[in-house]
């Protein structure tokens, strides 16, 4: 095995033992959402402005989130605000003829109304433009700081109206970005949360030694994590709300790549404890470690199937790093290991779709790691991007995108990409900065 010649950018399967290497030397990263080109197949959708009760503008411009919303999923095109041919209002009159010139077949109107005691309503309403029949209308009571998150469930409403498929717009997203200290010239690292679309940014932590592997728990209040900041790999549970955290495992050697299991109640991780990189299963009330893997190869990157079942994990014990599964018979057995992957020489950090019927994962074609989705029934690996640099593919919890990182001269952004590829990626790119390690969370409780 010739490890050696490998960075971390360009071998995610490596991330576990080069991790002090794992970020370049760039300042604190801000998101921004940028469509890269256009959607030929995507379905025009007229929305308009939301009326405001008020003089002035509104506290948040609603119409937009959810036109961004729509554009960067790829299936739908809203019309530039120059296309409307007119404006109307909530309880107003819609000439529908003159939308028929248009090309959209839905027409969103909706408005805002201060209610007092930093209270808002939002109503909308979606209109078929040949029926000009209602076919969706909703109404919100929201503090103002919930406005955009309102926006993003208008979008998850429209989309899932219109695809018979859950939106996945009203979800959060984790990353790992790294800055540099002016003063110190030294790097710190942040663990961050933002919305979907990249806005609302919190910090979860900060420190001066990496930070990694961020998981989300199925009920999308915790992360699991790794931190170096005693100097070693500590994998880390916290709790998003209170900020109360607890250290699941320190052992000897390596901590590595926590992800949880779909009942909440288990860790799968890459444990080096016993010498050699192997899958583990801690169970959190009792501590109880449940040992999966036992060979002489490098064993890593675990990933639940959606019935908590199995475990999939990236190893190299067929000479090149490929997927492998796993049973987990019961407390302290597991099944015989089966390879999954066998296009090419390099498969790694792979996980489920939520349908459990199809693979992402990083693959290499002719010298550039990718992103793939491998259909486990067919057997087909297709290739989704067209980068160089990808790692760390994470999917949508309603499946149909996939988020990762790339590199875009030399600096580490995010982008998103529908599952069959058949549209652009959206770029989560940074103002300025690197990240990496994102991973969508599960979707949100109202």
Do not use: C
Not at 95 to 111: C, D, H, M, P, Y
Not at 186 to 195: N, S, W
Request: glycine share 8%; hydrophobic share 40%; aromatic share 10%.
């Amino acid at each position: 095995m010739h490890y050696a010649k490998l960075t971390i950018r360009v071998a995610p399967f490596l991330l576990l033992f080069f991790s002090l290497l794992l970020f370049v030397n760039q300042a604190f990263a801000i998101l921004e959402v940028e469509i890269k080109g256009g959607f030929q197949s995507a379905d025009p959708i007229a929305i308009v402005p939301f009326s405001w009760s008020q003089s002035g503008n509104a506290p948040v411009d609603i119409a937009s989130i959810v036109s961004a919303d729509l554009a960067r999923s790829g299936v739908f095109s809203p019309l530039s605000l120059n296309q409307l041919p007119e404006r109307p209002v909530m309880d107003g009159p819609v000439n529908f003829s003159r939308w028929k010139n248009t090309e959209a077949e839905n027409l969103v109107i909706g408005q805002i109304t201060d209610i007092g005691k930093g209270r808002f309503e939002i109503k909308f309403k979606m209109l078929d433009i040949f029926t000009g029949k209602n076919s969706l209308e909703y109404r919100y009571d929201v503090e103002q700081k919930q406005l955009r998150r309102t926006a993003h469930q208008i979008s998850d409403q429209i989309y899932q109206k219109l695809t018979h498929t859950r939106g996945a717009f009203d979800t959060l997203i984790a990353y790992v970005i790294v800055n540099n200290n002016v003063d110190s010239n030294k790097r710190v690292y942040t663990l961050a949360v933002a919305d979907s679309d990249g806005y609302g940014e919190q910090v979860i932590l900060k420190s001066k030694r990496p930070i990694m592997s961020p998981a989300w728990s199925p009920n999308g209040k915790r992360l699991a994590y790794v931190s170096f900041e005693k100097n070693r790999s500590i994998v880390y549970m916290q709790e998003l709300k209170s900020g109360k955290r607890k250290i699941i495992a320190k052992f000897k050697g390596i901590n590595s790549a926590p992800v949880w299991s779909p009942d909440g109640k288990r860790l799968a991780m890459t444990l080096s404890k016993d010498g050699n990189s192997e899958i583990y299963v801690v169970y959190i009330a009792s501590g109880v470690l449940q040992r999966i893997t036992n060979h002489y190869s490098i064993d890593t990157e675990p990933a639940w199937s959606p019935d908590g079942r199995s475990l999939i994990f990236t190893s190299d014990r067929a000479g090149k790093p490929q997927i492998y599964q796993v049973a987990i018979v019961q407390q302290g057995r597991s099944g015989n290991p089966k390879r999954l992957t066998y296009d090419g020489n390099y498969n790694a950090g792979a996980s489920f779709s939520p349908d459990g019927k199809s693979l992402v994962l990083i693959t290499r074609e002719q010298g550039n790691f990718r992103v793939g989705i491998l259909d486990l029934a067919s057997r087909h690996l297709q290739i989704l991007t067209h980068s160089s640099l990808d790692e760390s593919p994470s999917f949508a919890p309603n499946g149909k995108m996939v988020l990762y990182a790339t590199e875009l001269r030399g600096r580490g952004i995010l982008e998103a990409v529908s599952i069959d590829g058949s549209h652009s990626p959206q770029r989560l790119r940074v103002l300025s900065g690197d990240v990496r390690e994102p991973a969508w969370s599960p979707y949100r409780g109202r």
